[in-house]
């Protein structure tokens, strides 16, 4: 009869992101995943499968947290269109912030991963999908308010702020200072005016 699992799973998982965002994918070695997360090899395979199995456990992870954070700035700002200035505006932040030089897992893992590997593409794109949709839902209803003009197409300018999503976090892995991230975002919120 197998034990049952005798650990915290999401800290396996958090510890795990850890390594593999600091490291990518193909340099996080099993011991270093033993490191990592304190666990055997043994309990790693039992609960994850693989390497692959947790490394995509991770993305999962922080692919759920980066959602939570954009709706929960939305939900915090006056009005939808302000919660997407706030949003990009948080994002250049951390972009310049050296703590956070390490740049975004979703677009590091797709950076790395995603032209050979059809699971992290599908991981990946699942989560960037559900960003996108969310901004999609606040840009409608800033049209709904009369904050977005009518001309505007929220599912175009979703994908469109994806797209400079996606450049301001490969823009952190340089080590950009704070004016140069803050300079792409307010070209980029020209695009809500």
């Not at 490394?55 to 954009?70: M, P």
């Not at 932040?93 to 797709?110: I, K, M, Q």
């Not at 999609?136 to 800033?142: I, V």
Request: charged residues 25%; hydrophobic residues 40%; aromatic residues 6%.
């Amino acid at each position: 009869m197998a034990r049952p699992i005798q650990f915290d799973r999401d800290q396996v998982i958090d510890r795990a992101m850890q390594a593999f965002w600091d490291q990518g994918y193909c340099a996080t070695s099993i011991s270093s995943l033993v490191q990592a997360t304190r666990l055997n090899p043994g309990s790693i395979y039992a609960a994850f499968k693989s390497k692959e199995g947790l490394f995509l456990a991770a993305l999962d992870r922080y692919g759920e947290q980066s959602l939570i954070r954009l709706s929960r700035t939305l939900e915090s700002a006056a009005s939808p269109l302000q919660g997407i200035r706030d949003y990009l505006r948080q994002l250049a932040a951390s972009s310049a912030d050296p703590e956070h030089a390490r740049g975004c897992f979703l677009v590091n893992s797709v950076l790395e991963l995603a032209h050979r590997d059809d699971k992290v593409r599908q991981h990946v794109n699942r989560h960037f999908g559900a960003i996108e949709a969310c901004l999609k839902g606040a840009l409608q209803e800033s049209q709904r308010r009369g904050e977005l003009a009518a001309a505007k197409d929220p599912e175009a300018l979703a994908a469109c702020l994806m797209s400079g999503i996606w450049g301001l976090r490969v823009l952190g892995g340089t080590g950009p200072d704070a004016g140069r991230t803050g300079a792409v975002v307010e070209q980029l919120l020209t695009l809500l005016d």
